[in-house]
T-cell receptor, first 112, second 116 residues
Framework: KAGVTQTPRYLIKTRGQQVTLSCSPI?????VSWYQQTPGQGLQFLFE???????NKGNFPGRFSGRQFSNSRSEMNVSTLELGDSALYLC???????????FGPGTRLLVL | DQQVKQNSPSLSVQEGRISILNCDYT??????FLWYKKYPAEGPTFLIS?????DKNEDGRFTVFLNKSAKHLSLHIVPSQPGDSAVYFC???????????????FGQGTILTVHP
């Protein structure tokens, strides 16, 4: 089985812009979670989607949003980018009813 | 409020010896624990997990031990190899649904260096 894929791998944006990141889960996995990794805060949970519904959300401002499509692919969007949004954004997928999450390679976002 | 803690930022061991990475947690609701290995600018790679109904799980060179009363888990790597050099994260979750859906809570990571 192919693993979790994320596009793009690298992105440079300027403050105030918005960005959309994409994630394709492992085939058959319907749960997709997103995380932000920064040197100061470590790996922080953003949100989780299952069957096109957001079931859980972490402690991030409303500028961070996401969605999931009927084929389980997911996107996350960050609007009005701030310098502090520079981070590695990771998505992970898991099979229904299973706790183990498998991560993609991440998207490195740099906000200038 | 750091619910999962890895108190050792780094660990250095000799090739062939045992590596022991430690993790403590504070939330007694956690019932599933995982270890991931990570290289810079890459996603974490799943290594091994353990449910709270067990106290030990083995997979090849990797063994995870869980001490629920102490809220402590550890990862043993035997024998250690230079290719094991990476950052190791422990993570925890609970299966009650609601605010636990799809959420792993991570420790800050331990940098393991295995010297040839």
């Amino acid at each position: 089985k192919a693993g979790v894929t994320q596009t793009p791998r690298y992105l440079i944006k300027t403050r105030g812009q918005q960005v959309t990141l994409s994630c394709s889960p492992i085939s058959g996995h319907r749960s997709v979670s997103w995380y932000q990794q920064t040197p100061g805060q470590g790996l922080q949970f953003l949100f989780e989607y299952f069957s096109e519904t957001q079931r859980n959300k972490g402690n991030f401002p409303g500028r961070f949003s996401g969605r999931q499509f009927s084929n389980s692919r997911s996107e996350m969007n960050v609007s009005t980018l701030e310098l502090g949004d520079s981070a590695l954004y990771l998505c992970a997928s898991s099979a229904h009813g299973k706790e183990t999450q498998y991560f993609g390679p991440g998207t490195r976002l740099l906000v200038l | 409020d750091q619910q999962v803690k890895q108190n050792s930022p780094s660990l250095s061991v000799q090739e062939g010896r045992i590596s022991i990475l430690n993790c403590d947690y504070t939330n007694s609701m956690f019932d599933y624990f995982l270890w991931y290995k990570k290289y810079p600018a890459e996603g974490p790679t799943f290594l091994i997990s353990i449910s709270s109904i067990k106290d030990k799980n083995e997979d090849g060179r990797f063994t995870v031990f869980l001490n629920k009363s102490a809220k402590h888990l550890s990862l043993h790597i035997v024998p250690s190899q230079p290719g094991d050099s990476a950052v190791y994260f422990c993570a925890a979750s609970w299966s009650a649904g609601g605010t636990s859906y799809g959420k792993l809570t991570f420790g800050q990571g331990t940098i393991l260096t295995v010297h040839p």
